[in-house]
């Protein structure tokens, strides 16, 4: 029988989940694959209902857009007052996070509506989202309803943005949706919604046209619909998961349907998972592979095919384990009642003949759990398939372990029979028995089943020839005898079974004990560690200790850029690996090396080090000593795949405090220099101003040649001057926060000829051809800001490049693209992306005038309207510098 019995651990979370539950408000999600289906009007029409009977309702902010429907369902519910923040020349209107708060304590047990969960809040606010302020509301005792998309979910957004071509910017995380309390789906057929859509009760008319033609189109709300649905199913699974195991249910529930293959020690493991994994993808389910490892220990060959057909299920997408336990069935049975897998696939190989009453693996598995469905999966059974255990079975008999257990099952029924006769007159010939079978126990526990099975057979022998009349002979005197015989035989086999199996279990269980006591001490070391180098040190030290062998760990430098990493190895290294074999593992993330189907002629083993967020390095690990030419067992790969991902979290860490460090001195250093910077800007303007006003009025009076030529270039240059000081401020200006966009919807056409006309004077004599499409769609954006972009773009092509520009726009998916094309020399390979940092020059001892912050200025305006600038190579020759900018839909 399982043990049944709750985890004390388990429990007391479960407790502790509790009491936080209890303090904590309700969290209520109204769910729905777009707008339109209704989800504000459901959750006001619930929230009447609790009113009517008798709860506090208030209303913290509700999106009606204009809906009569929504309006007339949302009267007679008192709202909290919102609070006014300006926000770029603009007061809106916001939820008041303090005073819902207060109500919250003044009127214990209410309910707060809160539309629109993945709202931005706008700046100044407390909280960046309002999903935050949910949550404080909540921790405050608060129950909010609130309602939410499904393309705001953070893990589905790019998948939406995939389908409808439309990126989504306000998200929030899937923590919040899955720790949610209760959610609601609120679902409306296509047809339905587009008829809604139709007729007004969506968006106002203008507005309305534009979204048929984009977001609102069928195949857009079928595929939305979907995801929505799938989403809710898997929340639901994960709860009903986790209430089976609180409760402790150990039927299985084929509500969704899922397999669990079962890998056995022979040569057709890797049939089985093959079965499975087509079995699986033709009927789109989860899947699981599972070994369970008995008292009876296979051979290393058959550890390798175990070994080979779980990784081959992990690598066609199935969950692997490794079970210790006494029997294969009651694992099994366990096993997918604890992860509720309805269907079990088993190997079936036709046998001629078996013993009687022992039952085949699938009959077994189905008399056991009747709830479970057994699929059989049919082996061949040629004489040449099958396997050949006599060697392998002698070779172990003959080993140098197994001799000495046999010695001792012969050497304790000798000592036992010695005593036994010299005691012979003072203990009965019954309590004689007795003492063969404690012989058999102690061999058993010692030495195993094999010499405790000899030791039973010699034990009745030895009990037989000195002990029963006639002594000092086989024969038997009284046919009772023969019963004894049989009953002591048969109980010393069985209890040195047992023994031997209590022994292989308790051996089990000390060396799991032994391994997670390794890795916790390791954790615990890992995480004090500050450098690279402590790391390393540690996991060399775990590596010899656990396996006794050499290793190295190979990190690239911080510095490096993505995809141009060179490994370098770490000092404290045991082990010379294979730098070629190392970058091969660290660049596709996967295992090479000894024991892998990858340059398995590698001396060393190399594990990838695979961190949340990418490839840390590479864990090389020298082939064992004891069997270099074998595989890793699948216990040993288990525990190396864990040491390697505490070793890349770890140097993840240890990367982002080095990276946090870095940017806090960078960033003092920029406030330093911008507050310099500033201060000499500000002395700066008022002698240019004189010097350019001196400069004009000379130039108005009647000069020499040479006077006027003096004159101009001192006006030239102050200009220069004027121009630099000007964007030392406006830099200052920009990445301090203090410039307020005055966004507004403009065609493109317009900013672009703006900029061609302030050019006239750099540009003359320069033909640009301007290739803007009529169909480009407004775009909302400061147009003295970017025309400032464009002009910056621009001035750096006449600089640099000789020859005709080029200005391209067209809309790319969610955004909008305008290149900047000219035919000169190009950026310098490899600085595309730095030319944008401030005081960053293509040419750093170039005769051109200029600091490096035009294009500096340009990435900062476009992001501040939320898009990218980036800057590549032409093939065909020059150098295009490339801005995106968000794509949306203007107001009606």
């Known amino acids: 029988m399982s043990d ?21 408000g309700r969290l209520k999600i109204f769910f729905g694959a777009n707008a339109g289906v209704g989800k504000t009007f459901a959750m006001l029409a619930a929230a009447q209902a609790a009113a009517r009977e008798g709860r506090g309702v208030r209303i913290g902010v509700v999106e009606t857009h204009g ?83 499904v393309q705001h979910l953070e893990s589905l957004n790019d998948v939406v943005g995939g389908i409808t071509g439309i990126r989504v910017w306000e998200t929030l995380p899937d923590r919040v949706f899955d720790a949610a309390d209760e959610v609601v789906v609120v679902d409306l057929p296509p047809d339905e919604l587009l008829q809604r859509l139709k007729e007004g009760k969506v968006y106002l008319p203008a507005q309305a046209e534009r979204a048929a033609q984009n977001f609102f189109r069928k195949g857009n709300l079928l595929a939305l619909r979907e995801l929505a649905l799938r989403r809710t199913a898997d929340r639901v699974d994960d709860q009903m998961q986790a209430w089976r195991r609180d409760q402790g249910t150990a039927a299985v529930w084929p509500n969704r349907e899922s397999l669990l293959a079962c890998v056995g020690p022979g040569g057709h493991a890797e049939r089985v998972v093959r079965s499975a994994a087509r079995l699986a993808q033709q009927l789109d389910l989860a899947w699981h592979a599972v070994h369970v490892e008995t008292a009876r220990a296979a051979g290393e060959p058959a550890r390798a095919q175990v070994q080979r057909a779980l990784e081959l299920a992990q690598s066609l997408g199935a969950r692997t384990a490794v079970l210790s336990a006494p029997a294969a069935v009651p694992a099994l049975v366990g096993y997918a009642r604890e992860h509720n897998l309805s269907r079990l696939v088993v190997g079936r190989r036709e046998r001629a003949w078996r013993w009687p009453g022992r039952r085949s ?41 197994s001799l000495r257990g046999l010695a001792a099952a012969v050497a304790g029924v000798a000592v036992v029979t010695a005593g036994a006769l010299a005691l012979l007159q003072f203990i009965a ?16 526990l010692w030495f195993g089943r094999a010499p405790g099975a000899l030791a039973a057979l010699l034990g009745v022998a030895a009990f037989d020839f000195a002990f029963v009349e006639p002594r000092w002979s086989f024969a038997v005197g009284d046919a009772q005898y023969l019963v004894t015989f049989a009953v002591l035989l048969l109980v010393g086999l069985l209890i040195g079974q047992l023994a031997a199996g209590l022994k292989a279990q308790a051996r ?41 062998v050499a290793a190295a760990v190979l990190v690239p430098p911080l510095a490096a850029s993505p995809g141009r990493e060179v490994l370098a190895v770490l000092p404290g290294a045991s082990v010379a690996p ?137 006006r030239r240059s102050s200009l220069r001057m004027s121009a630099l000081v000007s964007n030392l401020l406006d830099m200052a200006r920009l990445q301090s926060g203090a410039v307020q966009l005055n966004r507004q919807w403009l065609p493109l056409q317009e900013v672009v000829g703006s900029a061609l006309a302030s050019l006239d004077e750099t540009l003359a004599g320069r033909p640009v051809r301007v290739v803007l499409p009529a169909e480009l769609p407004l775009v909302e954006l400061d147009a003295v800001l970017f025309e400032r972009v464009l002009v910056n773009l621009l001035e750096n092509a006449v600089k640099y490049a000789p020859g005709p520009l080029r200005i391209e726009a067209r809309v790319a998916g969610p955004e909008i693209e305008i290149d900047v094309v000219d035919e000169g020399p190009g950026f310098p390979p490899g600085r595309e992306l730095r030319l944008f940092d401030k005081f960053e020059r293509g040419d750093r001892e170039s005769a051109l005038p200029g600091v490096g912050l035009g294009l500096a200025i340009c990435k900062a305006i476009v992001e501040a309207h939320g898009g990218r600038i980036g800057a590549h190579n032409v093939a065909t020759g020059g150098a295009c510098v490339r801005v995106a900018l968000p794509r949306g839909e203007p107001p009606a």
């Open 4 to 24: 049944a019995r709750p985890d004390p651990d388990e429990l007391l979370a479960r407790v502790q989940r509790e009491a936080a539950q209890a303090r904590r």
């Open 67 to 149: 809906r009569a429907d929504t309006e007339a369902v949302a009267r007679g519910l008192e709202r909290l007052p919102l609070r006014e923040v300006d926000h770029r020349d603009q007061r809106l209107r916001e939820f008041d996070l303090d005073a819902a708060l207060a109500w919250g304590r003044a009127s214990p047990g209410g309910l707060l509506l809160l539309d629109e969960l993945a709202h931005s809040n706008a700046p100044g606010s407390r909280h960046a989202k309002r999903w935050q302020d949910a949550e404080e509301l909540c921790n405050a005792g608060i129950e909010v309803w609130t309602t939410l998309n």
């Open 361 to 401: 693996l699938a009959d077994a598995l189905s008399h056991v759990a009747e709830d479970i469905d057994v699929l059989q999966v049919a082996l061949p059974t040629t004489r040449r398939e099958r396997p050949m255990p006599t060697r392998p079975a002698l070779r172990g008999l003959l080993t140098t372990a």
């Open 429 to 444: 010939i019954t309590n004689i028995a007795m003492l063969y079978l404690l012989n058999v126990v102690g061999v058993a």
């Open 508 to 548: 089990a269980a000390q060396e799991r004990e032994r391994r997670v006591r390794g890795l916790y001490a390791m954790s615990r070391e890992l995480s004090a560690a500050l450098v690279a180098e402590q790391v390393a040190e540690i996991a060399l030290r775990f590596l010899r200790a656990e396996f006794g």
């Open 578 to 714: 294979d730098l070629g074999v190392a970058q091969w593992a660290f660049d596709h993330a996967q295992a090479a090396g000894q024991g892998t189907d990858t340059l398995p002629a590698s001396p060393c083993l190399m594990l990838p080090l695979r961190a949340p967020m990418r490839v840390r390095g590479v864990l090389a690990i020298e082939g064992r000593r004891d069997s270099p030419a074998q595989r890793w067992t699948p216990e040993q790969r288990e525990l190396l795949d864990t040491c390697a991902s505490l070793l890349a979290i770890s140097l993840e860490r240890i990367h982002y405090i080095e990276v946090a460090q870095q940017s806090s001195l960078q960033m003092e250093g920029e406030r330093l220099r911008n507050s310099l910077l500033t201060a000499i800007s500000h002395d700066l303007r008022t002698p240019l101003a004189a010097l350019v006003g001196l400069a004009d009025a000379l130039q108005l009076t009647p000069l020499q040649p040479q006077q006027a030529e003096v004159a101009g270039a001192m």
